[in-house]
């Protein structure tokens, strides 16, 4: 059993800032569960272009207020606490953020916390077993 709060994982190697977005990983591959959980704060006003053409991730807004675009056809989503969107086809997204967003993330296959997105906004594949 892992039993983990978000103060223990804060100023760790396993919470990634960014100017636009912090990134707490409270589960990664390493725990050998198949997935990885992180809770996510977009923060306000900023604008976000993603695409992870090698996860499949589901996205749950806790908090805040923005908007998802699906780049491939232009729809627009809003999205506000107990919204959910999953990115099951890989799709280049963007996220808006009119109001700092809390969300919790789970990805498919696992990330390692090693990633870095690139220019793209995609994370690599990177394998890493228990």
Not at 75 to 101: C, F, S
Not at 115 to 120: F, I, K, L, N, W
Request: glycine content about 8%.
């Amino acid at each position: 059993m892992i039993v983990r709060s978000l103060g223990e994982i804060e100023d760790t190697e396993r919470d990634v800032k960014t100017p636009n977005w912090r990134s707490k990983r409270i589960v990664l591959a390493k725990e050998g569960v198949g997935f990885s959980v992180h809770e996510t704060t977009i923060y306000a006003g900023t604008v976000n272009d993603f695409w992870y053409a090698n996860h499949v991730e589901a996205v749950f807004v806790v908090e805040g207020r923005g908007e998802l675009t699906d780049k491939e056809t232009g729809k627009v989503h809003p999205l506000a606490p107990g919204t959910l969107y999953l990115l099951d086809g890989n799709e280049r997204h963007q996220v808006r953020a009119e109001t700092d967003i809390k969300t919790v993330c789970v990805f498919n296959p696992p990330v390692t916390g090693a990633e870095v997105h690139d220019a793209d906004g995609v994370y690599p594949l990177i394998v890493e077993t228990a």
